[in-house]
């Protein structure tokens, strides 16, 4: 028909398996009714030689195992102007030759924050009640007894160390709960912190004064190794320290040392450095250790919802709207 505007040429790279994960329950298929897919869905360590049709793409979809969009790549998609990131951290594709050409990237991290910060909440609630710790002693001397102090919610002093977007999630969370939030976060202005209820201090302090510190800082090269085993060995007796963040932002080897002098602290570590531990790591052997495999952010059904959020920056982007999810040159500085 006369008039009728084209659908923008659009392509999936990423593995079958994350392209089921993130775009299987029916995202997919919204996609591809709005746009006009010139090939199969691609692997990236293909694409360049077995997709001709990649020099007409204009958009491309992604995700856990995107190509990188360097020079090699621009060069073989002289056309693509954005990058749907059906994924978190954008740090493994996007690069300065990306940001030089104008190719813009939203990203579906704050999706994948929804599942964390309902991880760090639930260990931060079970930490206010000393579960982990019950849970050790009935195992070990099978009493009945309450025989450690519970703090509990009310009145309880929780910690959040960044208030990026998983942090303001785990804030927003915790206004219903009778409780006070204090974080450390030097980006954060007075007036953010005031929105989300929290008051700002020093990160010793924070540690300090907590019953329960949550960590929730990007991985970036000024905060590897900004958790030392000072901080941890100043918490209050019987606190916790829960890690969904990255594991080298904490000094492993002297959290290690802190949790051996002191079996009243506890940890719930999500992630470690290096993952896995090694065979021989005291992580998997001390008794105030609750270690996860990096289960915090999106698994199963979860992953759908990173699809769908691209489906809904695929509307604005047709449209002509502000994409809600895209991630800036300036901002990527910041991010994990």
């Given at each position: 028909m006369a008039g009728t505007k084209s659908k923008p040429k659009a392509l999936f790279v990423l593995p079958q398996e994350n392209y089921e994960r993130l775009f299987g329950l029916g995202a997919a298929q919204a996609i591809t009714e709005l746009v006009d897919l010139v090939a199969d869905?691609?692997?990236?360590?293909?694409?360049?030689?077995?997709?001709?049709?990649?020099?007409?793409?204009?958009?491309?979809?992604?995700g856990w195992g995107a190509p990188v969009i360097n020079a090699n790549f621009l060069a073989a998609a002289p056309k693509l102007k954005v990058v749907f990131y059906g994924a978190g951290s954008?740090?493994?594709?996007?690069?300065e030759a990306m940001w030089a050409r104008g190719v813009r990237i939203s990203s579906a991290s704050s999706a994948n924050a929804v599942p964390v910060a309902e991880f760090a909440l639930s260990h931060i609630l079970l930490a206010l009640k000393q579960t982990w710790q019950y849970v050790r002693l009935l195992r070990r001397d099978r009493t009945w007894e309450h025989s450690l102090p519970i703090t509990g919610a009310f009145g309880g002093t929780v910690g959040i160390i960044s208030l990026g977007q998983i942090g303001r999630r785990v804030c927003e969370h915790l206004k219903r709960f009778d409780m006070e939030v204090i974080a450390y976060d030097p980006l954060a202005t007075a007036e953010q912190a005031s929105h989300l209820g929290v008051e700002l201090v020093p990160l010793a302090e924070l540690f300090s004064r907590a019953d329960v510190v949550s960590l929730h800082a990007p991985r970036l090269p000024e905060t590897i190794g900004m958790i030392t085993g000072q901080h941890l060995a100043a918490m209050k007796p019987y606190a916790t320290f829960i890690n969904t963040a990255r594991g080298a932002i904490v000094c492993e080897n002297e959290m290690i040392q802190v949790l051996r002098n002191r079996p009243d602290l506890l940890a719930v570590l999500d992630v470690t450095d290096p993952e896995p531990p090694p065979a021989d790591s005291a992580l998997y052997e001390l008794d105030n250790v609750v270690l996860t495999p990096h289960i915090a952010g999106s698994l199963g059904r979860e992953c759908a919802r990173m699809g769908w959020m691209m489906v809904d920056e695929l509307k604005r982007y047709l449209v002509g709207q502000p994409l809600t999810h895209e991630v800036t040159r300036q901002q990527a500085k910041t991010l994990a």
């Open positions: 869905r691609q692997d990236r360590e293909h694409v360049l030689t077995a997709c001709p049709a990649l020099g007409d793409v204009e958009l491309l979809f992604t954008i740090r493994g594709v996007a690069t």
